[in-house]
C-alpha cells in the first residue's frame, strides 16, 4: 500500500482502539456516502457551479482527512479553493489528478479492509 495516498499507520494508530468491527463500520461509512459525494464533485466541475463545488468538495475533504487518505485530501482541498475563488483555470486537469487518486485510495481503503 501507498502510504502517500493512504497512511496507515496514521489511521492504526488512531483508529486501533475501536476494534475490527467498528473500524469497518467507520469505513463502510465513507463507502456508502462515496459515490454520490464524489459525482457531485464531478457534476459542480463540469457544471462550472463554484458554490455547490466548495459544498461538495470541502465535505469530501473532510471525508479523506478522517480516513487519512491526505494526498487525495490535499486536491479536495484545492478543489474547495478553486470554488471559493470562482476559479476555472485548470479545474479539469485537477480533478482528473484528484479522481485518479481517489480510486487508488479507494483501493488501498478496501485492501486494508480485507486484511482486517
Not at 502517500?4 to 469505513?27: H, M, P, W
Not at 463507502?31 to 463554484?50: C, I
Request: hydrophobic fraction near 35%.
Amino acid at each position: 500500500m501507498s502510504e502517500e495516498i493512504f497512511d496507515k499507520k496514521a489511521f492504526d494508530k488512531t483508529y486501533e482502539s475501536l476494534g475490527k468491527d467498528a473500524i469497518k463500520d467507520v469505513i463502510d461509512s465513507y463507502f456508502n456516502v462515496y459515490d454520490e459525494l464524489f459525482g457531485n464533485v464531478e457534476k459542480s466541475v463540469k457544471d462550472g457551479d463554484f458554490k455547490k463545488l466548495k459544498f461538495f468538495a470541502n465535505k469530501m475533504k473532510g471525508s479523506l482527512f478522517t480516513l487519512f487518505g491526505k494526498k487525495p485530501a490535499n486536491i479536495a482541498e484545492e478543489l474547495l479553493k478553486k470554488g471559493i475563488n470562482n476559479n476555472s483555470e485548470g479545474i479539469n486537469e485537477l480533478f482528473d489528478e484528484f479522481k485518479k487518486l481517489v480510486l487508488q485510495y479507494n483501493i488501498e481503503l478496501k485492501e486494508y479492509v480485507d486484511e482486517l
